[in-house]
C-alpha cells in the first residue's frame, strides 16, 4: 500500500522569506515521489520527482526537495517566496516495481504575503 | 508537442442526466489517468487505460465508467448525474510502461457543475 500525508493545508509565507511544505509518504517499497503545482482553473504542472537517482532533486522555478528514506520525508523548499508561487502544491507517490497508481497527498495551498 | 486536451472545459447538466468526457494525450503517450477534484476529497483516482485496456480502477460506482481507444484518445461516462458528481475531471497522460515512473502530464480539466 502506498500513501501521502501533507501536513498542513494553508500555508502563508512572506515574500522573500523560506518557502517549506511538507510531505510524508508510506510506501511498502522504493517509491517514486513527485511535486505538483496547481494554479487556479488549470490542471496540474510537474515541479520535481525522485526516481531513486541523487538524493537532492532540483526543480523548476527554484524549487528543491530532499529525500529522506529514514524519515519517509519529501519536503518541498525554496529559499526565496515570490509572488507568483501563490498556488496549490501536491506530493504524490507512485511505488516502483510492477505497476501502480499514482496516489496524491490532499494538497498545501500556499499564501505569499506581499 | 502538443499537451493533454480535454474537452469540453465547463459544463453544466442536471441531476439524473449524463455525461461524457473527453481526453486527448500528448501524441506517443499510451496511458491515461482520470482524477476527480473536489474541495472536499482532494485529488481521487478514478481509472487507469493503457492500450485500450483498464490497469487500474478507483473506488467509484458503477455509474462512473471509461474507455480508451486505438489512437489512445480517451473518454469518461458518468451517469445518473448527482450533485456531488460536481468536480473538476483531469485528465492525465504518461509514456509507456518501459519509461513509466509515474510521471504524469496534466490536461486542464472539464469543470462539471451539476444542478
Known amino acids: 500500500a502506498q500513501s501521502v500525508t501533507q501536513l498542513g493545508s494553508h500555508v502563508s509565507v512572506s515574500e522573500g522569506a523560506l518557502v517549506l511544505l511538507r510531505c510524508n509518504y508510506s510506501?511498502?517499497?522504493?517509491?517514486?515521489l513527485f511535486w505538483y503545482v496547481q494554479y487556479p482553473n488549470q490542471g496540474l504542472q510537474l515541479l520535481l520527482k525522485?526516481?531513486?537517482?541523487?538524493?537532492l532533486v532540483k526543480g523548476i522555478n527554484g524549487f528543491e526537495a530532499e529525500f529522506k528514506k529514514s524519515e519517509t520525508s519529501f519536503h518541498l523548499t525554496k529559499p526565496s517566496a515570490h509572488m507568483s508561487d501563490a498556488a496549490e502544491y501536491f506530493c504524490a507517490v507512485r511505488s516502483s516495481g510492477g505497476y501502480q497508481k499514482v496516489t496524491f497527498g490532499t494538497g498545501t495551498k500556499l499564501q505569499v504575503i506581499p | 508537442k502538443a499537451g493533454v486536451t480535454q474537452t469540453p472545459r465547463y459544463l453544466i447538466k442536471t441531476r439524473g442526466q449524463q455525461v461524457t468526457l473527453s481526453c486527448s494525450p500528448i501524441?506517443?503517450?499510451?496511458?491515461v489517468s482520470w482524477y476527480q477534484q473536489t474541495p472536499g476529497q482532494g485529488l481521487q483516482f478514478l481509472f487507469e487505460y493503457f492500450s485500450e485496456t483498464q490497469r487500474n480502477k478507483g473506488n467509484f460506482p458503477g455509474r462512473f465508467s471509461g474507455r480508451q481507444f486505438s489512437n489512445s484518445r480517451s473518454e469518461m461516462n458518468v451517469s445518473t448525474l448527482e450533485l456531488g458528481d460536481s468536480a473538476l475531471y483531469l485528465c492525465a497522460s504518461s509514456p509507456s510502461r518501459g519509461e513509466n515512473t509515474g510521471e504524469l502530464f496534466f490536461g486542464e480539466g472539464s469543470r462539471l457543475t451539476v444542478l
Open positions: 525522485y526516481t531513486s537517482a541523487a538524493t
Open positions: 501524441s506517443g503517450h499510451r496511458s
Open positions: 510506501s511498502s517499497v522504493p517509491p517514486y
